[in-house]
């Protein structure tokens, strides 16, 4: 159940309460594709870095090591010894964007493994049965995320046949919560809005999908290619179409910036590999926007990434050591810079929820991005 | 300075008293080449696991990130944030096993960097210079580690040249531990023994650098390749004529096996790669022998690594989680089984301390050798 606690603005201050505890936002969700975030994150680590949702990915799951392994587990929060919220997505983007040689058809999709090439069909009905043997505290609908540049008359079809899959998906989920041997029973499910760049679908398919009465509402297909401003244009649009009691959940976004200009926009739910990618490759965020900490001019930098930074890494090491694990590849490197791109995107969330608390939303979001745009001395 | 505790048959029970506080013998070093443990071990994981002293290799500090950083960034203890005893290598065995061309002179060796080719030089001083800019709290002496099928002639030439170099490394570390601007004023400096499988040459070579007063003697050029039977063959003709009242250390030295071979003989400081690099291929050390943890048997394994363990890894997560980790690449899994092995080999240490305070060293081998051939149930 969420409870709409605040607005500022557009911008909401909410809380979800799940059978996993409750989840404030809006919140950062820390990708954890294969049951674990890449950079050698443990799930001690994310207790300290401030976690409170991980995301797992349904389709790399499912292949590997097989959702029937993690139901035999115990499901995913005992597999990966997380007892907080996760959220696993549907497995729709990874068949769309990983897999081979692929079939749309009114039941499902075909498509060939990206490990092995082994065929697989995964339909609305399929991805809530990997979903429910996971046991994630959220799934999220089956849909197809067309490229957002599919034409009008193919992104008509395809958000007409997200909304049936929609339909299929909730009446499986609620078969599957009311199964004995279901690990969460409570499972709750997010649907998708789709429409790519095409305002008017996108409004039309938002109006929908609300009457369904779910749990959460996503807005899908964003952050694929299309520019900032056609995604901030969207979410104008689409976000007032969306239950304002529910939470609405951007996924895959993004920048700094683009968080925070999403939550002043009505988004309080978000996720993206952003800052753990980034992290690998030693590509650090502060205040004062982001350091390449490659760069020749951290060799004898005794500062920690940022000053006042809570993060394991700020706490303990200096720039010029991570710089020099980084150049020598000691993985170690990259799991510092990894750990503290997590805090600081959790950290992040944590000012934007305590400025909507305190009604001064606005200007915190124009303080920050001001900050970001300005370099250290 | 070292204090012999007991004795029990060969098996010495230490203390090394050093300005970065007490070593308990016999001890394991873990290695952390490029002052890291690989596999994304952080110092604050050290703690965890029971590490006493860290390993770093010179030859690689000093291509990068260059031992005159180190020193300005304050030594090594200030660099990776670990405020325990390290010892440093000469670089010798690198310059011996990775560099590129190179030639022996009397004065030193003449080398190529193995990451950009460029010409080095090091010899006895440099290598102390170097050691002492890195400011560890046990430098090795430069020697000469020379193919343990050297022909006779060879090796004997060779340990001339290591003991003048030993000479001169002695007195270049006092010069340097008296300059105002030295880290570490107290650096200690430990002389290896070499010699190949001769033990004549071994036994002479032992009992001339026993002469030099130094902090402890290492019998180097050992697990290069010979016979654990020519090991302990050797280790039972030279440790006899090195000093007792000194750290007796066997360099590069290995598996638990031998560990509890070399402590029955005398030994009681030893480094290997072993339990780090296995590791990383997912190969785990128990009491009950190494379990390769890509094994399909251990696909629905709930247990830990081993059960009882104390580890970060056996306290938190399955057989079954940490090899879907190695079979997804996730580093994780990784790190997970190098902190296990880590703590396998430092907690083997304390329980062979332990077995010598007791006066039960013989048993505990014996019983312990039995263990590691008998699967688990």
């Given at each position: 159940?969420?409870?709409?606690?605040?607005?500022?603005?557009?911008?909401?201050?909410?809380?979800?309460?799940?059978?996993?505890?409750?989840?404030?936002?809006?919140?950062?969700?820390?990708?954890?594709?294969?049951?674990?975030?890449?950079?050698?994150?443990?799930?001690?680590?994310?207790?300290?870095?401030?976690?409170?949702?991980?995301?797992?990915?349904?389709?790399?799951?499912?292949?590997?090591?097989?959702?029937?392994?993690?139901?035999?587990?115990?499901?995913?929060?005992?597999?990966?010894?997380?007892?907080?919220?996760?959220?696993?997505?549907?497995?729709?983007?990874?068949?769309?964007?990983?897999?081979?040689?692929?079939?749309?058809?009114?039941?499902?999709?075909?498509?060939?493994?990206?490990?092995?090439g082994h065929k697989i069909f995964m339909g609305p009905e399929e991805s809530m049965q990997i979903q429910s043997n996971l046991a994630s505290t959220i799934a999220m609908a089956f849909d197809e995320c067309p490229s957002s540049v599919a034409d009008r008359d193919y992104m008509q079809k395809s958000v007409d046949r997200t909304t049936r899959w929609l339909k299929r998906c909730k009446a499986e989920m609620e078969r599957l919560n009311s199964l004995p041997d279901t690990i969460n029973k409570h499972q709750m499910l997010f649907g998708i809005n789709q429409g790519g760049i095409y305002e008017d679908i996108r409004v039309a398919h938002a109006d929908e999908i609300s009457k369904l009465d779910l749990d959460g509402y996503a807005v899908g297909g964003l952050a694929v290619g299309e520019s900032h401003e056609d995604m901030y244009r969207i979410l104008d649009e689409v976000v007032p179409h969306l239950p304002e009691n529910k939470p609405t959940y951007l996924m895959g976004v993004g920048t700094p910036a683009n968080i925070l200009e999403a939550v002043d926009r009505g988004v309080d739910f978000f996720d993206c590999v952003y800052p753990s990618r980034n992290g690998r490759h030693g590509h650090v965020y502060t205040k004062h926007g982001k350091l390449n900490l490659f760069n020749a001019r951290f060799e004898l930098d005794d500062r920690p990434i940022e000053e006042g930074c809570g993060c394991p890494a700020c706490q303990m090491y200096s720039r010029a050591y991570i710089r020099h694990l980084l150049k020598a590849k000691e993985m170690l490197g990259m799991r510092l810079c990894v750990l503290h791109n997590l805090y600081f995107y959790n950290h992040l969330m944590e000012e934007i929820r305590d400025a909507i608390d305190a009604g001064r939303y606005k200007e915190y979001k124009e303080e920050t991005l001001r900050g970001f745009e300005t370099p250290e001395d």
């Open positions: 159940m969420y409870e709409l606690l605040k607005k500022d603005g557009r911008a909401k201050r909410g809380r979800l309460h799940t059978v996993h505890g409750d989840i404030e936002t809006p919140v950062f969700m820390n990708v954890g594709t294969a049951a674990a975030i890449k950079g050698a994150v443990s799930t001690a680590d994310l207790q300290q870095i401030g976690t409170q949702v991980e995301l797992s990915n349904t389709y790399h799951l499912h292949v590997r090591p097989g959702d029937q392994v993690v139901k035999k587990m115990g499901g995913l929060h005992k597999f990966m010894v997380w007892d907080k919220p996760i959220l696993t997505d549907s497995g729709g983007f990874q068949v769309f964007s990983l897999a081979g040689l692929r079939k749309i058809k009114e039941e499902g999709v075909y498509f060939q493994s990206h490990i092995d």
